[in-house]
């Protein structure tokens, strides 16, 4: 390793994890920013639990992290408790009863514009569902003591950081449409910029309704109205009503054992979960560690291009669906595996679950946060509007960005969506459906005990920085900070392109290519934290990505 690049990693590792404080023992919170991060570590040491710091870190983003996730999104939250018990809250957005399967389609032709951007773009949000849920059943604190500290950073501001307004910068033009956004994000007449300190008055008042009448005043009460008559004077569908019915669904866990461990993750309509498990059960043939660094990328490259067309044909929201639960069977991973040539990228044209094994079904710009107690409760929880800012819409007096998560859905066939994701009828729009999700929080356990949360942010790149950090802790034995830093890479079937990251060194670059990939360079492939259990198991480690500037910390 050359001067430079040895001293950018160190940075890089220094800076995203915590391993120059003293060792935490009490438990560890990773986020993407420090305030949100602090939050959770402020909830533990006041007595809180892993899941009360995983909603505070949820809320804080909420104020401080606007484009990525907020009450106007969803989530999908991992838990494993001290008992033992695996539980995944689904806080998915859900459409609304007016939704139909061809509402984006203008003369013939899916209209993106319009699944990502204004009125019809947003589902019903799960966030709020969520945490109160999570915190009634498993924290020891209320919502109220939650959600209060999150209000205040929301009342008296934060200063912007500069990957904020770089994201703020790039959606403006669109913004301007929408005069209740401009006027909490805009400073006379342009964006707030990098070092202003943003207040949001109104986004304060409706944590603090939220305190004080909990999810009620949000689905049944001030916002859900005000939400209905903004939505009918723009042309939108949702109503007062979509919001009456939203309810969170509580999904069985979806596991696989991998060299020993065992891999926890999250049901459809998380395709994450299903496509992590399954690369896995196929990579488990391959040894990679002791593989040459090109041939086990190619390894890797071939069983996501695998796991993606399986993906596009197959997944969906499991009320609606079918999604055979073979996908995750250690007899298809050996199946696929077969298909895999070592030293070449092979064609893949289509999706590959044989018919026998379909019969076993599912019942029934983005964040991604962990936490961890001395208790022994896990927290792996993945909130997103979507892409940045998500519809661009904030609905008038409540601070509240909407999600534009119905681009999430199928909504022609063919048409990609803002991750050049293609999908089948398994994922096209209907009433009250969730559209499908790459978001794939994880816990692993050895023998039981949980060893590392993980999930990223980075639609469909999420399945693949998922897959690949497992990869280095468990077969190539990095630390959670080595395996955030490593550089990534990501192959989603269509387009049948392999994206690596631009500071994967040159000749891996050229041998991938060699091998007949088609490489496409990008700056960074998703954005990723991890908490995880020490070495000799008697404290915490974690990691927050380098590629973005949040923190992991303890105590
Ligand atoms: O649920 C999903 O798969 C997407 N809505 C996630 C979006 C995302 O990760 C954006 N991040 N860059």
């Not at 695998?306 to 055979?324: I, K, S, T």
Request: proline share 6%.
């Amino acid at each position: 390793m050359n001067k430079t690049l040895l001293t950018f990693v160190i940075a890089a590792i220094c800076a995203g994890s915590n391993l120059l404080a003293a060792a935490p023992t009490h438990g560890m919170v990773a986020s993407v920013n420090p305030l949100a991060t602090q939050a959770g570590v402020n909830a533990l040491k006041s007595g809180g639990n892993a899941i009360d710091a995983a909603v505070a870190v949820g809320l804080t983003l909420g104020v401080v992290d606007t484009h990525n996730s907020g009450i106007g999104g969803g989530c999908f939250m991992l838990i494993h408790l001290a008992n033992g018990t695996n539980v995944c809250i689904d806080g998915r957005e859900m459409a609304g009863a007016a939704a139909t399967r061809d509402m984006f389609i203008r003369d013939g032709k899916g209209d993106t514009h319009l699944s990502q951007t204004g009125p019809l773009a947003s589902g019903v949000p799960g966030e709020v569902a969520t945490f109160e849920f999570a915190v009634k059943n498993f924290g020891k604190k209320t919502l109220r003591d939650l959600i209060l500290p999150a209000a205040d950073i929301a009342e008296n501001g934060f200063a912007v950081p500069a990957n904020y307004a770089k994201l703020l910068a790039s959606v403006a033009g669109d913004m301007t449409n929408f005069p209740a956004a401009t006027a909490v994000f805009f400073r006379n007449g342009a964006p707030v910029k990098t070092g202003d300190i943003l207040k949001q008055p109104d986004l304060a008042k409706t944590y603090r309704s939220i305190a004080l009448h909990g999810s009620d005043w949000f689905y049944r009460g001030p916002f859900a109205a005000a939400l209905g008559n903004w939505m009918k004077a723009n042309g939108g569908i949702l109503t007062s009503n979509d919001f009456a019915n939203y309810h969170i669904e509580l999904r069985e866990p979806i596991a696989t054992s991998y060299r020993g461990y065992e891999v926890v993750s999250f049901p459809p309509p998380s395709s994450g979960g299903v496509h992590v498990l399954e690369m896995l059960n196929i990579l488990e043939h391959f040894d990679l560690k002791h593989m040459d660094a090109a041939t086990r990328l190619n390894v890797i490259a071939e069983a996501m291009k695998l796991a993606f067309a399986d993906r596009a044909y197959w997944l969906g929201d499991p009320d609606f669906v079918n999604v055979p639960r073979g996908l995750i069977s250690k007899k298809y991973g050996d199946e696929l595996a077969r298909k895999i040539n070592p030293e070449h990228a092979t064609e893949v044209s289509s999706h590959g679950l044989p018919p026998d094994w379909q019969t076993d079904l599912f019942k029934k710009h983005t964040t991604h946060f962990s936490t961890a107690d001395a208790e022994g409760n896990w927290v792996a929880c993945t909130a997103t509007i979507n892409t940045s800012f998500g519809s661009k819409v904030v609905i008038p007096d409540t601070g509240v960005t909407m999600n534009n998560q119905m681009d999430d859905f199928s909504i022609q066939a063919g048409v990609a969506n803002h991750f050049g994701l293609i999908g089948a009828e398994a994922n096209s729009v209907a009433p009250g459906k969730r559209p499908l999700s790459s978001m794939s929080p994880a816990i692993v356990l050895k023998d039981g005990r949980p060893m590392i949360s993980l999930g990223a942010a980075g639609g469909p790149k999420i399945i693949s920085a998922v897959l690949q950090e497992t990869v280095d802790m468990i077969d190539l034995g990095m630390t959670p900070a080595q395996a955030v830093a490593a550089p990534r890479i990501h192959q989603q079937w269509s387009p049948n392109e392999l994206y690596v990251e631009s500071k994967l060194p040159a000749d891996l670059k050229k041998s991938l290519a060699d091998r007949g990939h088609k490489i496409e360079v990008l700056p960074a492939v998703a954005v990723s934290q991890i908490v995880a259990r020490s070495p000799d198991g008697k404290s915490f480690t974690g990691a927050a990505d380098p590629r973005a500037g949040g923190t992991a910390a303890g105590w």
